[in-house]
């Protein structure tokens, strides 16, 4: 049992017995007579009880609210401590670029001493590490980019009356070949590269 109920308690029983002595103080004229004594220890102790249980229940509620308080506080310092989330950590991570690790074919390209033109329109390989050897006979510079869907994946130097190669790992699709230097591919410097 709480004080609080005790409280109550005390607090209903002095509420009746004050009626009820009232009313046989108005009903019996010997009322309180030799009683009186115990009369009056009844409502002391009652009055007593009343307000030490009183008290104390104050007091558990203090200390109800104070502990509410405190684990509010806790809650309030957990949601400080814990690191926002950082949305990257959720976020997906980015599809990395198709990565056989097989070894492709190593090709052979080369451009034309005096137009401007490959001497191959297409290429074929197997997916992986596809190498372009590219040999540039004339003194005009040009160079061999791999491409796919306009986005560069991989170009070799640029240069001229000499060799050099460009390699990419390239998953099985359709790719271009091309050179990069301003309208060579648009002049005819560009093929279709297959990787299948
Ligand atoms: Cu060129």
Redesign the pocket.
């Known amino acids: 049992m709480s004080n609080g109920d005790l409280f109550y308690i005390c607090g209903i029983a002095l509420a009746v017995s004050a009626v009820l002595f009232s009313f046989l103080g108005l009903r019996a004229k010997e009322f309180p007579g030799r009683f009186g004594v115990l009369i009056v220890l009844w409502f002391v102790l009652l009055i007593g009880g009343t307000t030490t249980y009183s008290v104390l229940h104050a007091q558990d509620e203090e200390t109800a609210k104070a502990a509410e308080l405190e684990s509010a506080n806790e809650e309030i310092t957990k949601e400080e401590a814990s690191p926002i989330e950082v949305e990257s950590e959720k976020a997906p991570a980015p599809k990395p670029e198709p990565a056989t690790g097989a070894p492709g074919d190593t090709l052979q390209l080369a451009?034309s001493p005096s137009d401007?033109t490959f001497d191959k329109t297409s290429l074929a390989s197997k997916p992986g590490k596809v190498t372009i050897d590219f040999d540039n006979p004339a003194a005009?510079?040009?160079?061999v980019a791999i491409e796919q869907e306009g986005k560069e994946i991989a170009v070799s130097e640029t240069l001229t009356e000499g060799k050099t190669s460009v390699s990419a790992d390239l998953a099985p699709g359709t790719y271009a070949f091309l050179?990069t230097?301003p309208g060579?591919a648009e002049a005819g410097?560009e093929g279709v590269l297959t990787v299948r």
């Open positions: 451009a401007l005009l510079e040009h160079n050179c230097v060579h410097m």
